[in-house]
């Protein structure tokens, strides 16, 4: 562990924490780091001691009595709601004659979507910060800390700290500098081109897509989305992660940063994306419908996002986990890395083992992906 000479502390929740002073550490950029966001899911009880996930907030105190280093950190009782699959590392754990839980998780819940994990009004406290995360779980006999979603820049400071690394993939939008949708078009082969434009007409046929953000969300559209979302969460996670009052509460306070899109039949909702706006991304998390329309889900998630960023001049649209499909509709894969503490010295080494291993299927797949890319060639 690195020799500091500094005092971190736990908090009981990011809402205990100064606004302005969290935020000073998070930086404007990324919302789901922010002071807002982490406060709804506790203010919600979308986290709290009945979900797994048990907000343990590190901070550090500067000079100035102003919080100069933050982590979003939390007690896990289980691995639900991360996207980076460590269901095998418990298994194995356990049949060692262990207990993984309750771990150490550092993220966003339930937002695949990289970004800071060390958040830093004093980068000089990042060693500091990492190496308190390190006691916790050393005073409290712990298996693990787990950093996911850790954002390219922060990867050094974990490594450096003798964290293991382990790579994944996501798929995401490029803005190459578009005007139009038909600019991003222009850079697709001439066959995707063809088949993108029937798709979106055959998404829409019939339909009217609205877009709201700032005041013209109202609670009405939160009782519509709701309904999109618990049958997405039911099918998928067996039940939502998320209560009804955070959407009411991301209304109140996040409007601005919050973009849904509905689909209209007659007047009548039929199908829903929510994303949420960031300095330069456009974040698509949750869908839903409650009627069956071919190719809408494409058209709501990923076009309708891609002409979002562009009217915004974003550079990119990072659409959630998963889904090769995404590839043909002009996202790329792009990695995506987590950071993993395990201090029992026989785990870690067939934890590195794992990783090494699953590291080069993950290259090897993307390269394949990338090569099957719908961007012209040369």
């Not at 001439?190 to 969300?217: F, M, N, Q, W, Y």
């Not at 039940?239 to 039949?265: I, K």
Request: proline share 6%; glycine share 8%.
């Amino acid at each position: 562990m690195a020799d500091v000479s500094v005092t971190a502390r736990v908090a009981g929740g990011v809402r205990e924490v100064p606004k302005d002073q969290w935020d000073a550490c998070a930086g404007p950029d990324n919302p789901f780091v922010s002071h807002d966001f982490l406060s709804i899911l506790e203010e919600s009880g979308s986290v709290g001691p009945d979900t797994g996930w048990q907000p343990l907030p590190l901070l550090i105190d500067g000079p100035d009595g102003r919080i100069a280093a933050a982590l979003p950190a939390y007690a896990k009782t289980h691995s639900q709601g991360e996207y980076v699959f460590d269901h095998g590392w418990a298994d194995a754990w356990h049949r060692a004659g262990g207990e993984y839980y309750p771990k150490i998780q550092i993220a966003a819940p339930f937002s695949p979507v990289p970004g800071p994990r060390l958040l830093l009004r004093d980068p000089a406290l990042a060693p500091a910060l990492i190496a308190a995360a390190e006691t916790l779980v050393d005073r409290n006999e712990l298996s693990s800390a787990h950093a996911t979603f850790v954002e390219e820049s922060q990867l050094p400071l974990f490594e450096a700290a003798g964290w293991l690394i382990r790579e994944d993939s996501q798929f995401h939008w490029a803005n190459r500098g578009y005007a139009s949708f038909e600019d991003f078009l222009g850079d697709l082969s001439s066959r995707k081109r063809k088949d993108i434009r029937k798709e979106r007409a055959k998404a829409v046929e019939g339909l009217e897509v609205v877009h709201l953000t700032g005041a013209d969300l109202q609670e009405s559209h939160w009782d519509i989305f709701w309904r999109f979302y618990q049958d997405t969460g039911a099918r998928k996670w067996g039940r939502p992660y998320l209560t009804r009052s955070f959407f009411s509460l991301l209304g109140e306070r996040m409007a601005d940063r919050t973009l849904l899109m509905l689909a209209m039949r007659d007047g009548r909702a039929i199908a829903g994306a929510l994303n949420m706006i960031g300095g330069d991304t456009l974040y698509g998390r949750y869908w839903g419908c409650t009627e069956e329309v071919p190719f809408l889900h494409f058209e709501l998630c990923y076009y309708q996002a891609i002409d979002a960023a562009i009217a915004r001049g974003l550079s990119r649209v990072e659409a959630g986990a998963q889904g090769g499909h995404k590839l043909a509709r002009g996202y790329s894969p792009v990695p995506t890395w987590s950071a993993h503490y395990i201090p029992n010295p026989s785990f870690r080494r067939a934890i590195a083992d794992f990783i090494e291993r699953e590291r080069m299927g993950v290259q090897q797949d993307r390269l394949w992906l990338e090569e099957r890319a719908p961007f012209r060639k040369g």
